[in-house]
């Protein structure tokens, strides 16, 4: 990457490059969170089951698996500003995608759209994450992270808000209107809904143009990881990446996060709606979530590593999601949602706390490393549908019991949430074993 410069250590020459990134934080989350108005969407104009519906996580998230390597490869032989350029303009060809798609209101045109936004998105992810955990001191990377999730989130929340408004407003009388309406009307209306996303999509695609040529010209130096420790006694270095157990089991600790982030994040608006909740309101619950976690990210920015270390943080995340995780299932209404939005507070700092303690001393394999972690995203594309197989199966077991649609609609939802408790259960591993695997050096802020 011969465009990039070495890095000072100054604090006021890292200034500059964690703004920037913390700006690409933010473009990526608000994309990314907008899924949570998308499933209603879609499930509605596409007359989808819950399963179906949860695939518009599935194409983004999938996007990670698919091009991780492929991206880490073209960042390497192009660079990071480059690489992020190119991630942008693939993100508004995605959005592109989505007009004709409204137009022809074609399931799976909308989730090619998805996919190829996702695949943008893991370029940007692929060269993000790696570079603002070494862009300073390992011990403080969470509390950078943390910023650059109080970007994202923020994001989120306004994606969220916005595009709730615009997909949601109404959807509520034109779902009654549906059962009584002729077949030539139905499709009348779906239509009309469909071409609410066309104006957002047009904007989206315009504003990643220009974001894609401003990048071309952002002072984003290089930053090289610490190379491995040689050892004292004479005996061989690693290798190999498969010499670091800690590294499998990171990555697949985040995999675990991602699934119940977007569990957390994608599924309440749906969630709220099953338990009878207006769409007017539950508009606004993934909102609700991502501040919660914008709350714990600056808690954590305040926190780590001065007062607590990444690995309690990762800890007090593992523990207060079981704990919800049990108490969204036991509770109720309003309750309920309320307890799946406070999984933001649970879900905030796994990120940060998971990517310093996977890339800690991993040395010259850390890019390959960072890309296996950005593969780990996946779990967005698989724990959601799986959640959404155990609404229908449940729902359907219900009403074959004799309770009714709505009822069985509501038990099901509720109780499909099960499935976060395994996820929180390996993620505590990690934090109390796991992140220790294979390395022999212990620090106090690990």
Known sequence: MSNDTTIPSSKNNTLVPILIIAGLFFIFGFVTWINGALIPFMKTISELTSAQSFLVASASYISFVVMALPA??????????????????????GALVFIPAAEARTYWMFLSGIFIQGAGMTLLQTASNPYITILGPIESAAKRIAIMGIANKVAGALGSLIFGTILLSGIDEIKEKLSTVTISEKGQLLDTMADSVVTP????????????LLILKAPLPHVEAEPIEESKDGTTSKTSIFQFPHLWLGVLTLFMYVGVEVIAGDTIIAYGISLGIPAADARFFTTFTLMAMVATYALGAILIPKFISQTTALKASAVIGIVFSICIVFTTGYTSVLFVAALGVANALVWPAVWP????????FTKTA???????????????????????GNKADLIAQGMN???AAAEAATSGYWILLPCYFIILYYAIWGHKLGLKVKSSVF
């Open 201 to 212: 999509y047009i904007v989206m695609t315009v504003v990643l143009i220009v974001l894609s």
């Open 370 to 392: 960072s890309a296996l972690l950005i593969m780990a995203i996946s779990g967005g594309a698989i724990i959601p549908p799986l959640y959404g197989r155990l609404v229908d």
């Open 405 to 407: 649609d709505i009822s």
């Open 357 to 364: 303690l996977t890339l800690k001393g991993l040395g010259k």
């Open 72 to 93: 880490s490869y073209i960042l390497s032989k192009i660079g990071y500003r480059k690489g992020m350029s190119l991630g942008l303009f693939i993100m508004a060809l």
